[in-house]
């Protein structure tokens, strides 16, 4: 099946351009889900080595990468920024725009059958590669996800909303579920790597206190916790379902500024969220705003239903007493 018929984007209302790029990320990523789906039968679980930032790296981490790049040459992507290569690679000179990619997200978990995914952005090109990507993510003109799960889907936006996509097996297509997706409001469910509190700084460590300690807490309900160790998953159950996620920066060495990284991971799930009506920060400050200084760069990340996000800001703002009280004696969000 050609590119042009795996994704049915006709009412995206996006340039030829974009249309065609999305339209080729489906297609790799079509059968990039059938090769996941195959798991230890095509043995790509094995662990490589590192990429430029130092994280592990699996042989579908790097199949992923090369069959994006080998697709997407010749298309209107002048120029490609991967997790796994440490400098953006020209595939076009006459491209008009840029694409940032995570070509395998949660690739810890290929081998224990967890969903995985790919996160892309895509961008204007400028004719300095660094500065096509060296931007606020509010330039952003398209970014999406897909999740390899029980199902396999695309969500996706254009700026004018966040679109659902979910692949037939049957008939190799992405066929559209829901053409805007909107963040349920009522969600009690959180998601942070609990294992790192030592490490967290006083305002998360409250906000999670106050979560943890249900209705006997300030916050006077019960909150349930989810963490799978796979952003794109945890994205889809948030835009699914609501809630907040959460790695905020810690004192770990090397986690200073998080885990996450803003150009192909962040920022792409910033916009995809704040389309589907949700909110997105680096604990307080909007993520869309944020201008990148270097293509690997990490960023504390916070996002989920606005007014959590929102909350967690203002745990962030509150005098240092109110932070370091023990939760049952905090006031201020007492309800
Ligand atoms: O192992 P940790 O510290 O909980 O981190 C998990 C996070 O790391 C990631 O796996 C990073 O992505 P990659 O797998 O692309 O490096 C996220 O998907 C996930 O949220
Ligand atoms: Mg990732
Ligand atoms: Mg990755």
Redesign the pocket.
């Known amino acids: 099946m050609a590119a042009s018929d795996c994704i049915g984007l006709e009412d995206l209302a996006a340039s030829p351009e974009i249309t065609l790029v999305i339209r080729h990320i489906a297609h790799v990523a079509r059968d990039l889900s059938k090769r996941i789906a195959r798991g230890p039968l095509e043995g790509h679980g094995a662990t490589l080595g590192e990429n430029s930032d130092g ?1 592990t790296q699996k042989a579908l981490d790097l199949i992923a990468d090369e069959a994006f790049a080998a697709a997407l040459t010749g298309s209107p992507v002048r120029w490609y920024a991967s ?1 796994e290569r440490e400098d953006v690679a020209a595939l076009n000179p006459a491209g008009a725009l840029a694409l940032a990619i ?1 070509p ?5 978990n290929i081998d224990v059958n967890v969903s995985i995914g790919t996160i892309f952005s895509i961008l204007p090109a400028a004719s300095d590669p660094l500065a096509s990507f060296l931007r606020p993510g509010t330039d952003q003109l398209a970014a999406g996800y897909v999740i390899y799960g029980p199902q396999t889907a695309l969500v996706l936006t254009v700026g004018k909303g966040t679109s659902l996509h979910v692949l037939d097996p049957e008939t190799g297509r992405f066929e559209l579920v829901t053409a805007q997706l909107e963040i349920p409001a009522a969600s009690s469910e959180f998601a942070i ?1 609990v294992s790192n509190y030592r490490h967290w700084g006083a305002p998360v460590r409250a906000y999670i206190d106050d979560c943890l300690a249900g209705d006997t807490g300030p916050r006077a309900k019960n909150f349930n916790m989810r ?1 799978i ?4 998953a ?1 994205t889809h159950r948030i835009v699914s379902r609501g809630g907040i996620f959460l ?1 905020p920066a810690d004192a770990r060495p090397g986690y200073e500024r998080g ?2 990284r803003h150009v192909y ?1 962040c920022a792409p799930i910033a916009l995809l969220i704040e389309q589907a009506g949700g909110a997105a920060t680096d604990g307080c400050d909007r993520i869309l705003d944020r201008v990148p200084q270097s293509l690997h760069e990490r960023t504390p990340f916070v996002f989920g239903t606005a007014d959590k996000v929102h909350r967690v800001a203002a745990y962030h703002d509150l005098p240092h007493e109110e932070v370091a009280a023990l939760f049952g004696r905090r006031g201020l969000f007492r309800q």
């Open positions: 994280d997790e995570d395998l997200d949660g690739s810890s790597n963490w160790a796979s952003l794109v945890e790695y885990r996450l991971e």
